[in-house]
C-alpha cells in the first residue's frame, strides 16, 4: 500500500466518472459504471471518508432504480463491502477536490464545476495506443454538462464478436475498427495521414488552480508531417471549456481537422455548431480569426462491416488549410443558457 500511485486509485475511479454515472470509457473499456466494492476498502484502509460516500452514494442510486441486471452480472465481490464499509464516513460531508490530474505512462486528468448531476465535467488524456489494450485516442477528450455527454468516447468492440468473425484484433486489424482507431475520437487530423500508434503524447503541462488546464504534446502522432503539435484543455474560469492547437511546422496547403464526437443533433452557425440533445443546447465557437468550414459526418459513412451500428453517432470537423506558418486553433464550448 506504500507503492507509488497506489492509494490515488480510489481517487481515480472517483474522478473518472461523469456526473452522468458513467465511466469515461477510453481503451478498452465500457461506459457503464458498476459497483466498485474496493473503494470501500480503501475508505477503511487510508481513511478516506470520500472514497466510502462516494460509493455508498452510487449504490444509493442503485438501490432507488431501475435495477439493471448487467450491474451484477460480472460482480462476484460485491459481498464485500459488507465487510469493508467504514459507516462512520458517511457522516463526514467534506466533498472530493473538483480536480484531478494522473501523469504516468498513459496521463489523464479530470475535472468538474461540482460533485451535482448537472455540473460541467471534462476528461481529457494522452498516452500511446500501444500500451495495453489502448485505442488511438491521444488528446481526445470528453465533455458532460447540464446532464447530457457532448463529447464521446465510445469505448471498446467486445472481443468475442470480433475474434469469432476472424478478426485479427491484436494484430493487422486492430487500427480498422472504428471504436478503436483514430476515426471516433476527438483528435486532431492532418490530410489523410494517419495517426502513429506509436506515438507517445506526454503531459507537457497540468495544473488544477486557479482554474484546470493540460497540455499534451501530440507531436509523435505525426512525426513526419509537422514540427509540433501541442493540445490544451482548459477550464474557462465562467463554466465553459476551451480547447487550443498549436501546430507548427505543416506544409502550406495541407488541411487540418479538428474533430468532436457526439450523440447530439448537430445545427451548423457561422462561428461553430450548436449541439442539442434532451432539451438542452451546447455551444462550440471557433475563435475569431480563423477561417474554417464544418462539416458532420454521420458514423454510417465512417463504418465497416465488422463495426458494430451507431446510428446515433456523429463527427463534428472544423477544417483550416495550412499557409505554412505557425498558428493556432481554438474552440470554445458551454451550455446554452
Not at 65 to 71: C, F, I, Q, R, T
Not at 210 to 239: E, I, M, N, Q, W
Request: proline letters at 8%; one cysteine or more; aromatic letters at 10%.
Amino acid at each position: 500500500d506504500a507503492l507509488p500511485g497506489f492509494r490515488e486509485s480510489a481517487t481515480y475511479m472517483m474522478h473518472m466518472v461523469g456526473p452522468s454515472r458513467e465511466f469515461y470509457p477510453y481503451f478498452d473499456s465500457r461506459a457503464l459504471r458498476i459497483p466498485l466494492p474496493a473503494l470501500f476498502w480503501f475508505g477503511r484502509h487510508f481513511n478516506d471518508a470520500a472514497a466510502t460516500r462516494t460509493e455508498a452514494e452510487f449504490l444509493k442510486s442503485v438501490i432507488r432504480g431501475p435495477l439493471e441486471p448487467v450491474l451484477w452480472t460480472e460482480n462476484r465481490l460485491f459481498a464485500l463491502s459488507l465487510l469493508w464499509m467504514d459507516p462512520a464516513h458517511l457522516e463526514n460531508n467534506a466533498p472530493p477536490p473538483l480536480a484531478w490530474i494522473g501523469n504516468g505512462p498513459n496521463p489523464v486528468a479530470f475535472w468538474r464545476e461540482s460533485w451535482t448531476a448537472d455540473a460541467l465535467w471534462v476528461g481529457a488524456k494522452g498516452g500511446r495506443a500501444t500500451l495495453s489494450h489502448g485505442h488511438i485516442d491521444a488528446g481526445s477528450f470528453i465533455i458532460e454538462a447540464g446532464g447530457v455527454r457532448w463529447a464521446v468516447d465510445l469505448g471498446m468492440e467486445e472481443y468475442h464478436r470480433l475474434e469469432a468473425m476472424g478478426v485479427k484484433l491484436w494484430g493487422e486489424d486492430r487500427w480498422k475498427i472504428f471504436r478503436l482507431g483514430p476515426e471516433s475520437h476527438s483528435l486532431p487530423r492532418i490530410g489523410d495521414v494517419a495517426p502513429d500508434p506509436e506515438g507517445n503524447c506526454p503531459l507537457v503541462q497540468g495544473s488544477v488552480t486557479p482554474h484546470p488546464s493540460v497540455t499534451f504534446d501530440l507531436t509523435a502522432l505525426y512525426p513526419k508531417t509537422l514540427r509540433r503539435l501541442h493540445r490544451t484543455v482548459a477550464s474557462t474560469g465562467t463554466g465553459g471549456v476551451r480547447v487550443i492547437d498549436e501546430v507548427d511546422g505543416l506544409p502550406a496547403g495541407t488541411v487540418y481537422r479538428f474533430t468532436w464526437m457526439t450523440k447530439a443533433e448537430v445545427v451548423i452557425e457561422p462561428s461553430g455548431v450548436v449541439l442539442r440533445e434532451s432539451g438542452r443546447a451546447f455551444r462550440i465557437t471557433v475563435s475569431e480569426g480563423s477561417a474554417f468550414t464544418t462539416s458532420v459526418l454521420d458514423a454510417a459513412a465512417l463504418l465497416t462491416p465488422i463495426d458494430t451500428p451507431m446510428p446515433e453517432i456523429k463527427r463534428v470537423e472544423f477544417s483550416v488549410i495550412s499557409t505554412g506558418t505557425r498558428f493556432s486553433f481554438e474552440i470554445t464550448g458551454s451550455l446554452v443558457p
